[in-house]
């Protein structure tokens, strides 16, 4: 061990190995897919580390030893809110949300009355859902769009907090003023300085707890619209090809699947075409994607 490391391990709290690191990382990517490189070790030891102060542990060791041998659904649940990272913002990747918009109406045209459904599988604390949803009631004129939207995450308290629809005011500041008064109510007394997305847009969006590992996903209809932004960075390859095809199942020949700006789905899928701006629908054609649709009935 080099003097470096050896001082950095004399200042930790707990003692942590490379073998506990490797440790942590199998486990997270055997039980939500998440690729953890070895920059992230210092990320892993802080938040990790919070697991053992809660729980009055000594050693990762323990804590690893105890997450495998009691199988404890809820710590194993802590674990992973651990290490989930969850950047988000309203509106962010702004350019995809007037594709969204002007699907909208396409969509409305041909579904004859049947609600427009829409899929964001990484919903964070909820600004991505809600900036959905704002789009669809802008698109529509109405607090009553006639969407369906669905958000998932893996993580259950970022959850609690989309479903809660509260945020501190700063995260509004670059919203535009009219959007702002339309779609939030301004906290006071004890509640200045929060906002709360109105209750008519919040029943708007079904919060559901998934892991995008699952063997089956719950759902029984395909989606209109699927969002899929910055979270397949996460995954190695082959875990991303096995969710895009799973994706792809659950998608229209005219549904979109969005991606992040940092994401490429054609590298890992042949049953996708781009159409610009990291938004993807389906090829049209293809033996190969019907045997996914085969695969998945069979499942």
């Known amino acids: 061990m ?18 506990d690191f490797v440790r942590i990382k199998s486990l997270i990517y055997r039980h939500a897919g998440i690729s953890l490189s070895d920059a992230k070790t210092d990320m892993v030891y802080s938040r990790i580390g919070r697991r053992l102060r809660a729980l ?23 674990f992973t809110n651990a290490l989930t990272t969850n950047l988000t913002s309203f509106f962010r990747e702004e350019h995809h949300f007037p594709i969204l918009a002007d699907h909208l109406v396409k969509m409305a045209a041909s579904r004859h009355g049947k609600p427009i459904r829409i899929w964001c599988s990484a919903a964070s604390t909820g600004e991505e859902p809600y900036s959905i949803a704002m789009t669809a009631c802008e698109t529509f004129n109405t607090l009553k769009p006639p969407v369906q939207i669905i958000a998932t995450d893996i993580d259950t308290n970022v959850l609690a907090t989309a479903a809660a629809g509260v945020y501190p005011v700063d995260r509004i500041k670059k919203m535009d003023d009219t959007r702002v008064r339309k779609f939030f ?11 709360r997305v109105k209750k008519a847009v919040r029943e708007l969006i079904h919060f559901h707890q998934l892991n995008l590992l699952d063997g089956q996903w719950p759902f029984h209809d395909g989606f209109d619209v699927i969002f899929c932004r910055n979270v397949m960075i996460y995954f190695d390859k082959p875990t991303q090809g096995k969710i895009i095809d799973k994706f792809i199942t659950l998608m229209h020949e005219d549904s979109l699947l969005l991606a992040g700006h940092s994401e490429n789905f ?16 389906l090829k049209t054609n293809g033996a190969a ?8 009935k069979s499942s």
Do not use: C, I, P
């Open 266 to 281: 054609l590298y890992v899928s042949d049953h996708l075409q781009l159409l610009g701006k990291t938004v993807y629908k």
């Open 185 to 195: 109510e301004k906290g006071t007394g004890k509640h200045d300085g929060l906002v």
């Open 2 to 19: 080099s003097a470096l490391k050896k001082q950095e391990q004399e200042e930790r709290e707990f003692l942590f190995t490379r073998d």
């Open 289 to 296: 994607r019907s045997s996914l649709f085969t695969n998945r």
């Open 56 to 78: 009055d542990m000594q050693s990762f060791k323990h804590y690893l030893d105890a997450l495998e041998q009691h199988n404890d659904a809820d710590e194993w649940q802590a």
